[in-house]
């Protein structure tokens, strides 16, 4: 028996996988009423995580679907090994760093094999992966349980690794980027991660291509003004700059057309 939280989370897990619902075929899904299921709509509507539609609901195109990582593998290459090299450019050798799983951060972990007293905790296998090519950087693994769509270890064993350290810099990948709701991404227990990395590191920095801005990934992170460090291009809205500015966030931002 589903709680509404859960509920709604299954109801927009589906919406994502399908397109469209409807309100019959979900309330039969849950068994409860279909007054139940359309103020569970409203309630995601409001939020902006899809559209309602007569009878039913649809995707909301602002609202990114999760790709694999093979997917994201394939988006925006040369704009990603840039971002990595401009974000790897801000990590200082001698420095204890957390960097986060992802297809950006794999090309942040790319920059970095040369370094010297570097270590590296990650919750990433591609990324250990690719660290593990260098003899000179110490790499960690918060171990945990694997989740293959982004090879990436999450759960109660990887929460009790990072908390016995202390970290200089935190390099994280996001699946959404909003002014009003903060950075999110797909996974509930990737975001209670996340969460716990962003408080074990003395700064933040998020490394993102802006195709991520006005997105709202449903599970947040954390709020925008947690943030120290934003590494993108130069798709970013200018409400987004003006308004990180104001925060004072530090920018660090690529000419996307000289790519």
């Known amino acids: 028996m ?3 939280i859960e509920r709604q989370q299954e109801i927009l897990r589906l919406t994502q996988a399908q397109g469209k619902v409807s309100v019959k075929e979900l309330a039969g899904r849950f068994d409860v ?4 299921i359309r103020n569970d709509l409203a309630v995601l509507d409001k939020k902006k995580l899809l559209v309602r539609s007569r009878g039913g609901a649809m995707v909301n195109s602002q609202l990114g679907r999760e790709l694999s990582l093979r997917e994201k593998s394939h988006q925006h290459s040369a704009l990603k090994q840039q971002l990595g090299r401009i974000a790897a450019d801000l990590i200082q050798e001698g420095e204890r760093i957390i960097l986060d799983s992802g297809t950006t951060t794999k090309e942040v972990a790319s920059c970095l094999l040369d370094r010297e007293d570097l270590v590296v905790m990650t919750n990433g296998l591609n990324i250990a992966t690719e660290l593990a090519q260098s003899e000179k950087v110490e790499v ?3 171990g945990g349980a694997l989740r293959k769509k982004s090879m990436s270890f999450y759960g109660t064993i990887a ?3 990072l908390q ?3 970290f200089s810099k935190l390099i994280l990948g996001v699946d959404g980027f909003d ?3 903060g950075i999110g991404t797909h996974f509930e227990q990737e975001a209670i991660l996340n969460r716990l990395m962003c408080e074990m590191a003395e700064q933040v920095v998020v490394v993102s291509d802006s195709s991520k801005f006005d997105r709202r990934a449903f599970h947040v992170i954390c709020a925008v003004q947690q943030i120290h460090t934003l590494v993108t291009d130069s798709g970013i809205p200018q409400n987004y700059v003006d308004e990180l ?3 004072g966030v530090e920018l660090h931002i690529i000419d996307r ?3």
């Open 33 to 36: 009423s279909e007054v139940t």
């Open 179 to 181: 002014l009003k709701t």
């Open 245 to 247: 500015m104001r925060l």
């Open 2 to 4: 589903y709680n509404s």
């Open 257 to 259: 057309d000289n790519l």
């Open 140 to 142: 960690m693994l918060t």
């Open 159 to 161: 929460e009790r690794s």
């Open 164 to 166: 016995n350290f202390n």
